[in-house]
């Protein structure tokens, strides 16, 4: 039986230009024959469908930080969502902050259609953000009051560590097991990203689904990632390995550290030297 092989995407498969390498292309298409090969991120699913062109797919993708498990064939095999209201109590909090999310929700569940919704006020990470990476994005919904959505997927914010965290410590003691609180450190905008979830969102559970989905076992299952919402993943899989770049944290739980990190190939150069061909 193939073995399973799971990726995150960024900081660790794809390089810092946010790009799948040639090299990491050929060897995954290589060695998709001989083993499962798929991802686990935080992006959304028509985001991922453009990093993954050409590759071959045979196992479920793990989406949204774990919101969403969905078949090679592009159909939901689990989905994870906050409702309307808890989403507008989220917001009516964060406002006090002086801060406002990204709503991202799920319009479709046939077409996997997604909107980013859009504050009318932005900090200037947020700015950045859409303006170097979203700003032709036909998903994006220019909101005059941010409000939750019906499928929300998640709640993102971006800022400052002192504004995020109290704000990240203020919504868990309010909101409690009703919701999942993530707070960490995002390289390429220098900025911390707080971002909220339906409780059973993460790529542990998500992972779970996809075994379940494939009946294998999870000593079967090999993780790579670099970052604080791999940890849970490393936990359930049977080997779970970091990139030389990875957080420090993400190190201590992994049973292998790479030596050479996302912009050198580390994942493909892995699987390459490990999987027989």
């Not at 399973?4 to 498969?13: A, C, G, K, R, S």
Request: proline share 3%; aromatic share 8%.
């Amino acid at each position: 039986m193939p073995k399973l092989y799971i990726t995150d995407l960024d900081h660790t498969f794809l390089h810092s230009t946010q790009k799948v390498s040639t090299f990491s292309k050929k060897i995954w298409n290589e060695k998709s024959h001989h083993a499962l090969l798929s991802i686990a991120t935080a992006r959304s699913f028509s985001k991922t469908n453009e990093f993954l062109k050409g590759l071959n797919l045979k196992a479920p993708l793990i989406l949204m930080d774990g919101a969403m498990v969905v078949s090679p064939e592009q159909k939901l095999i689990d989905l994870k969502t906050l409702n309307k209201e808890i989403g507008d109590a989220i917001i009516s909090e964060s406002i006090k902050f002086g801060i406002y999310p990204y709503v991202i929700s799920l319009n479709n569940h046939k077409t996997l259609d997604e909107t980013f919704s859009i504050p009318p006020i932005l900090n200037s990470y947020q700015e950045f953000l859409i303006r170097e990476n979203y700003a032709s994005d036909k998903r994006l919904s220019y909101k005059k009051r941010i409000e939750g959505a019906k499928d929300t997927l998640k709640l993102v914010y971006m800022g400052e560590e002192k504004i995020l965290r109290p704000l990240a410590q203020h919504l868990s003691s309010m909101f409690g097991d009703t919701i999942e609180v993530k707070l960490a450190p995002e390289n390429y905008m220098k900025c911390y990203f707080l971002t909220i979830l339906h409780p059973l969102s993460d790529k542990a559970h998500a992972l779970t689904k996809v075994l379940e989905y494939l009946n294998k076992d999870s000593l079967d299952t090999t993780v790579f990632g670099d970052g604080l919402n791999d940890i849970g993943m490393f936990k359930l899989a049977g080997t779970a390995i970091a990139v030389s770049n990875a957080l420090d944290a993400v190190k201590n739980e992994a049973d292998i550290v790479l030596s050479k990190s996302n912009d050198e190939d580390a994942v493909a150069n892995y699987l390459h030297e490990t999987i027989n061909s």
